[in-house]
């Protein structure tokens, strides 16, 4: 099983206020964009390091960096846009890629309409970013869609994912590691996950 699941009491601060209608678009985002930093540093805790020689004021010493020419973040639009900038505070010289998805609301099957990768992703390890995981229908044809353009080394990164649709990745795709800052319990009859949050693409954007 390669789903991990953050334990830690600033996530569930920040998933309560994160679930509250009262909440403001304006923190939302914050919150979102704060709980993707931690979701990225755990998901980067096996970046492999460079060996450097570093001047400081003293000395030189041995440094250690890492190549963010290795990495890049592909974000599933348009709720993914929102986890952007948290990432991109531990690494900001990946590379950005977008994958364009809708699910269908008859259905609930991801329908693509746009996909623009990075130059060389085959050579990369992704980072694919989505807020919430639901059906996995979204996540998993992403995933698909990056794998058919030579990419082997898939890491994905959601805030709220119900068990099936972490189940619907590791059956489509148990190479994939899933990393989640709160598991809920279930999907409701229209597909949303419960307890859940709403929408996480009205309510980055502002639009309900």
Do not use: W
């Not at 809708?102 to 990075?118: F, G, W």
């Not at 059906?135 to 898939?154: D, Y």
Request: with cysteine.
């Amino acid at each position: 099983m390669k789903e991990i699941i953050l334990n830690h009491p600033m996530i569930e601060h920040k998933i309560s206020i994160l679930r509250s209608e009262k909440t403001s678009t304006k923190e939302f985002r914050e919150l979102i964009s704060e709980i993707a930093t931690i979701l990225c540093l755990e998901a980067l805790k096996d970046a492999p390091l460079k060996e450097i020689v570093v001047k400081t004021p003293i000395t030189e010493t041995k440094g250690y960096v890492i190549d963010e020419n290795n990495y890049a973040f592909v974000p599933i639009l348009r709720a993914g846009l929102g986890m952007v900038d948290g990432v991109l505070t531990l690494m900001p010289n990946a590379k950005i890629g977008h994958i364009g998805l809708y699910r269908n609301e008859e259905t609930l099957e991801p329908v693509e309409y746009y996909c623009k990768l990075p130059k060389h992703i085959e050579d990369k390890t992704v980072i694919v970013l989505d807020p919430m995981l639901a059906t996995g229908g979204s996540g998993s044809a992403a995933i698909s869609m990056l794998k058919k353009r030579g990419v082997k080394h898939i890491k994905f990164l959601c805030v709220i994912a119900a068990p099936s649709g972490i189940q619907k990745i590791q059956e489509d795709h148990e190479d994939v590691e899933i990393f989640v800052a709160k598991l809920d319990s279930h999907l409701n009859e229209s597909g949303y996950i419960v307890p859940g949050l709403g929408d996480a693409g009205d309510r980055i954007f502002g639009t309900k």
